[in-house]
């Protein structure tokens, strides 16, 4: 009987030390959610799977799977010149990666094609039993030193800028990238091409004080964060230099929000637009007019929704890299 109560013992600790688990990186998560949606526009995540998983979850077809992985291919590309697997060993056991982006401009890349530009930085949610050190990675002296840790930094050829815009570069030799990396503790993993960008989220992210409270100003917050990929933009109207580049070339203002969100066992994604104003329904109308995807219709006084099922057809191919260009993540072809 003794034996027997034991077991029992060690299997409901062992649940709670899974609910624990389970309720840290919760946290984890939302901390990272809101220390980016304090500094960017948009705030896009992806469940480790989801991003690095070989094929398709879900049974989703290959565009749609490439689409929804577009916006962290810039820090695949970012990290692929430091060592082999790198990104893979990162994203290994870890619980989930996000990227904040804002400030978008066109590409400067060859032939002026390419990835729409843009601030970014990107959090990889270390998991409870990640062993991953962003020091072993590194044999060179960090350029700065914060309070969680040192900040490395390299340079790398992503296409960003083309012949045109070669600063002291040599003739005909495109521009570098400047990437910067931070670890706070055994938590994220920080990946930006902004150093003052990279501080900042660091800071936050450090604090024993971090308060959520720009969760609290994103419309749907709780059933729109539990899902394996979803996207929030705030948008900001001030300093948009290009709307298409922006991918604001429909939206008015009185548009106060875009989300979306992955459904992999429907196999849909829904978009939901949030329009703080009567002004705000000449989005809806144009966003409808081009016939994109399934109409926007009213759900309730503020919001506009639509599901897309991803079937795999043309159709739903293009409406998934329209709903990612929604946020910023689009390239010019």
Same mark, same amino acid.
């Given at each position: 009987?003794?034996?027997?109560?034991?077991?029992?013992?060690?299997?409901i600790?062992?649940?709670?030390?899974?609910?624990?688990?389970?309720?840290?990186?919760?946290?984890?998560?939302?901390?990272?959610?809101?220390?980016?949606a304090?500094?960017?526009?948009?705030? $896009?995540?992806?469940?480790? @799977? #989801?991003?690095?998983?070989? /094929? %398709?979850? *879900?049974?989703?077809?290959?565009?749609?799977?490439?689409?929804l992985?577009?916006?962290?291919?810039?820090?695949?590309?970012?990290?692929?010149?430091?060592?082999?697997?790198?990104?893979?060993?990162?994203?290994?056991?870890?619980?989930?990666? $996000?990227v904040?982006?804002? @400030? #978008?401009r066109?590409?400067? /890349? %060859?032939? *002026?094609?390419?990835?729409?530009?843009?601030?970014?930085?990107?959090?990889?949610?270390?998991?409870?039993?990640?062993?991953?050190?962003?020091?072993?990675?590194?044999?060179?002296?960090?350029v700065?030193?914060l309070?969680?840790?040192?900040?490395?930094?390299?340079?790398?050829?992503?296409?960003?800028?083309?012949?045109?815009?070669?600063?002291?570069?040599?003739?005909?030799?495109?521009?570098?990238?400047?990437?910067?990396?931070?670890?706070?503790?055994?938590?994220?993993?920080?990946?930006?091409?902004?150093?003052?960008?990279?501080?900042?989220?660091?800071?936050?992210?450090?604090?024993?004080?971090?308060?959520?409270?720009?969760?609290?100003?994103?419309?749907d917050?709780?059933?729109?964060s539990?899902?394996?990929?979803?996207?929030?933009?705030?948008?900001?109207?001030?300093?948009?230099?290009?709307?298409?580049?922006?991918?604001?070339?429909?939206?008015?203002?009185?548009?106060?929000?875009?989300?979306?969100?992955?459904?992999?066992?429907?196999?849909?994604?829904?978009v939901?637009?949030?329009?703080?104003t009567?002004?705000?329904?000449?989005?809806?109308?144009?966003?409808?007019?081009?016939?994109?995807?399934?109409?926007?219709?009213?759900?309730?006084?503020?919001?506009?929704?639509?599901?897309?099922?991803?079937?795999?057809?043309?159709k739903?191919?293009?409406?998934?890299?329209?709903?990612?260009?929604?946020?910023?993540?689009?390239?010019?072809?």
């Amino acid at each position: 009987m003794r034996r027997i109560h034991h077991v029992l013992a060690v299997a409901i600790l062992s649940g709670m030390l899974c609910l624990c688990c389970r309720a840290s990186e919760t946290e984890r998560r939302a901390r990272a959610a809101s220390a980016l949606a304090g500094q960017f526009e948009t705030v $896009f995540y992806s469940s480790s @799977e #989801f991003v690095s998983g070989p /094929g %398709s979850p *879900g049974q989703l077809s290959k565009t749609v799977t490439l689409s929804l992985r577009y916006p962290f291919e810039y820090l695949n590309l970012a990290i692929a010149g430091l060592q082999d697997n790198f990104f893979t060993e990162m994203l290994h056991g870890s619980a989930g990666a $996000f990227v904040g982006a804002k @400030e #978008f401009r066109p590409p400067q /890349g %060859s032939g *002026g094609l390419g990835e729409v530009r843009s601030q970014r930085c990107y959090v990889v949610l270390l998991g409870d039993a990640s062993e991953f050190d962003l020091k072993r990675h590194f044999q060179t002296e960090p350029v700065a030193v914060l309070a969680n840790g040192p900040v490395w930094k390299w340079a790398v050829h992503i296409d960003e800028f083309g012949p045109e815009h070669i600063g002291r570069m040599p003739a005909g030799k495109p521009r570098p990238s400047e990437i910067f990396a931070t670890q706070v503790r055994r938590e994220y993993i920080l990946v930006s091409n902004n150093l003052k960008e990279l501080q900042e989220i660091a800071k936050e992210l450090a604090s024993a004080n971090q308060k959520l409270e720009n969760l609290t100003r994103m419309h749907d917050w709780e059933s729109i964060s539990h899902h394996d990929v979803w996207a929030y933009r705030r948008y900001r109207y001030s300093g948009v230099t290009n709307k298409v580049a922006a991918g604001m070339e429909d939206v008015a203002p009185g548009t106060e929000a875009v989300a979306c969100f992955l459904d992999s066992q429907t196999k849909t994604i829904t978009v939901r637009l949030f329009i703080d104003t009567a002004a705000g329904k000449h989005t809806v109308e144009r966003m409808n007019s081009r016939n994109e995807f399934p109409p926007l219709m009213r759900s309730r006084k503020d919001l506009w929704e639509t599901s897309i099922l991803l079937s795999g057809d043309n159709k739903s191919n293009e409406a998934t890299l329209v709903i990612v260009g929604l946020f910023g993540f689009l390239a010019y072809s």
